[in-house]
């Protein structure tokens, strides 16, 4: 028996609005070769697209290939919420999707004016009739693979803490690391004495890891494999298991991670969704925003006034980097 974990991140660039991190874990018995849960799985599973052409499949792949911001979440929920389901994941309005998936965020969603009142059912753009079915077909065919989704959560960063964070640590790429590290060590303690198998996007340009995976597990000698521009694999040896973990160039193209690309785009999007009902209610006339640096600039230069007369601090609304 092996686990499998994948890490991925959402808002890595953009000025507004949080960074997610987000993981998704599985469990596969026997001795797999390879990890393949494309392979595995594809009685159901595909990471094809277009979408539309494909109904009889649940799409797990890359985020950036399902979804353009501010087109339909049907995409991204038509997979997720059947495996919510299947993880008994409260998901039928927009704070149940926070306090399931990314607990650690509440303060700052009833902290932050553009969260604290902000609720909306979900799914948005897909049938809630559709769900049930789907889970049922993914439970059987894990069941026939002897794989099993075991967990998904999520890490929030919102611009205040982004901007302490890459401040004391030095930059945004040393930051995504921090947040996804402390995440995978979050999982990792919860897994039984087994072998791990972790697999996450590269952080920015950065090739080596080990010094800030020696810092997080200090208990453990790091061993290095290999550090490339196209991936970066590394292993210890706690007692009773090998643990493995890859950063990988395009990594999405490892299920697990794929699937954590989904979710992390998926809560960024919910989250610029409150965000912008927010603006856009106190300026009607002014167009939304995902959050990405020539956009940012002007919505920020639109939202001023309002920002001023509301008294909200730019240091809670403006990543600087």
């Known amino acids: 028996m092996v686990y499998l974990i994948g890490t991925d991140e959402a808002g890595y660039g953009p000025n507004l609005g949080p960074l997610l991190v987000a993981s998704s874990v599985w469990k596969i018995s026997g001795n797999p070769d390879g990890?393949?849960?494309y392979q595995m799985l594809k009685g159901l599973i595909t990471d094809q697209m277009p979408a539309e052409k494909i109904h009889n499949r649940l799409v797990i792949t890359d985020s950036k290939k399902l979804y353009q911001s501010r087109h339909s979440l049907n995409r991204l929920e038509r997979t997720l919420f059947p495996l919510f389901a299947c993880l008994e994941i409260q998901?039928?309005?927009w704070r149940d999707i926070w306090h399931g998936l990314c607990p650690a965020s509440q303060m700052s969603l009833d902290h932050l004016p553009w969260y604290r009142d902000f609720d909306i059912p979900l799914p948005q753009d897909f049938p809630r009739a559709e769900i049930a079915p789907w889970k049922e077909r993914f439970l059987q065919t894990c069941e026939t693979a002897g794989v099993q989704l075991l967990e998904l959560r999520a890490r929030a960063v919102f611009p205040f803490e982004f901007n302490t964070q890459v401040e004391e640590l030095g930059s945004k790429s040393s930051l995504l690391s921090e947040v996804t590290l402390s995440l995978v060590k979050e999982l990792l303690d919860n897994l039984g004495a087994h072998n791990v198998f972790i697999s996450c996007d590269k952080h920015g340009a950065r090739n080596r890891y080990g010094a800030?995976?020696?810092q997080k597990f200090t208990d453990d000698l790091i061993e290095v494999v290999r550090e490339s521009r196209a991936v970066s694999t590394y292993r210890w040896k706690p007692s009773s298991r090998r643990i493995e973990i890859q950063f990988k160039a395009q990594g999405e193209s490892y299920?697990?991670?794929a699937l954590a690309s989904m979710l992390a785009k998926y809560l960024r999007e919910l989250a610029m969704l409150a965000f912008n009902k927010?603006?856009?209610g106190h300026n009607p006339e002014i167009r939304p925003t995902a959050g990405y640096p020539l956009?940012?600039?002007?919505?920020r230069t639109e939202i001023e006034a309002t920002r001023q007369q509301l008294e909200i601090q730019p240091q809670k609304l403006w990543r600087n980097r």
Not at 295 to 299: E, I, T
């Open 91 to 93: 998901a039928e309005t």
């Open 278 to 280: 927010f603006w856009c």
């Open 212 to 214: 800030i995976l020696q």
């Open 35 to 37: 990890h393949d849960l």
């Open 295 to 299: 956009d940012a600039k002007r919505f």
């Open 255 to 257: 299920l697990p991670t």
